[in-house]
């Protein structure tokens, strides 16, 4: 499969999913602009492409910065036509943990790091009519589960933003795809203590995104039994449905 972009940004490609995003869009002859904060993960990335990856030091939860960032990017490029909102943190809180300072941090970066992403690239594209703007969600977008309110509320907010920007900018020859992956092995699952059923192989969870992004995809959660479990959950009544989000602790 040849991916047909030429110029593409990942944000948080020092690790996980985004680092073997990076590298799968590598591969495929894209050149990848590859940012996150930490510059020594970013350059032992470049090592493994360094024709195609172009690391970028970048701080998401500083979303006017990252945005005007991002703009300056597309416009001294050449014009980005694959954006990918890919940095994404996760914060456990149970009820005697929920501090303003942590909810914010995640939002901070899941929430207003992504939209600033995004945004920045957006006006570059609908000129040229023609760009593709990626966010990854999170199947969690679809459930409410105990101690990761912030986590999952972030991820609706991702999912339902690029669901209706969509509708504003496909007429301008934007495409937007928005993922929703179950348990993939990275450093943000590493944390996990819970047991993590159909957790994937980074490398394997890359290829399907990659694929689903290359298709143009409006819309991919994945690995299928998971998203089936999500999909059947959110189908439950109210009541049912509390009753077994409270026992997945
Ligand atoms: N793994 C899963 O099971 C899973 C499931 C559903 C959705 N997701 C989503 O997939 C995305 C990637 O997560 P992952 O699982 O691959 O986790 P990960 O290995 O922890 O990667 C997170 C990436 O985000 C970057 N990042 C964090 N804070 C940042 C900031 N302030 N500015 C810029 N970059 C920042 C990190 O880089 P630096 O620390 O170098 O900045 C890192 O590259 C996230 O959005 C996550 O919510 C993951």
Redesign the pocket.
Same mark, same amino acid.
């Given at each position: 499969m040849t991916a047909p972009f030429r110029r593409a940004l990942i944000? *948080? $490609?020092?690790? *996980?999913?985004?680092?073997a995003l990076a590298l799968w869009f590598a591969r495929q002859g894209v050149v990848v602009y590859a $940012?996150?904060?930490?510059a020594e993960?970013l350059a032992s990335l470049k090592a493994e492409a360094p024709e195609h990856i172009i690391p970028m030091v970048? =701080?998401?939860?500083d979303a006017d910065a990252a945005h005007d960032a991002v703009r300056a990017l597309d416009e001294s490029c050449g014009g980005l036509d694959l954006v990918i909102a &890919?940095?994404?943190? *996760?914060d456990q809180m149970s009820a005697e943990k929920i501090e303003w300072s942590r909810v914010r941090k995640v939002l =901070?970066? &899941?929430v207003m790091?992504a939209t600033a992403t995004l945004c920045g690239a957006l006006p570059g594209m609908v000129a040229r009519k023609r760009g593709h703007l990626v966010g990854?969600?999170? !199947?969690?977008a679809s459930v409410s589960l105990p101690q990761t309110a912030a986590?999952n509320s972030s991820?609706s907010f991702l999912t339902a933003w690029l669901e209706s920007l969509r509708l504003d900018v496909e007429q301008h020859g934007v495409a937007v795809t928005v993922i929703?992956?179950?348990?993939?092995?990275?450093? !943000?699952?590493a944390k996990n203590t819970f047991q993590?059923p159909f957790l994937l192989e980074?490398d394997d969870a890359a290829q399907r995104v990659g694929r689903a992004i290359t298709r143009q995809t409006r819309f991919f959660a994945f690995p299928w039994p998971m998203a089936f479990v999500v999909w059947l959950a959110g189908a439950l009544p109210r009541p049912i449905l509390r009753f077994f989000a409270r026992r997945t602790l």
């Open positions: 944000t *948080g $490609a020092s690790s *996980g999913l985004g680092r $940012a996150a904060r930490r993960q970048l =701080d998401v939860s &890919n940095a994404g943190i *996760g =901070d970066v &899941n790091g990854i969600s999170s !199947l969690a986590y991820k929703h992956p179950g348990f993939v092995k990275s450093e !943000l699952t993590m980074t």
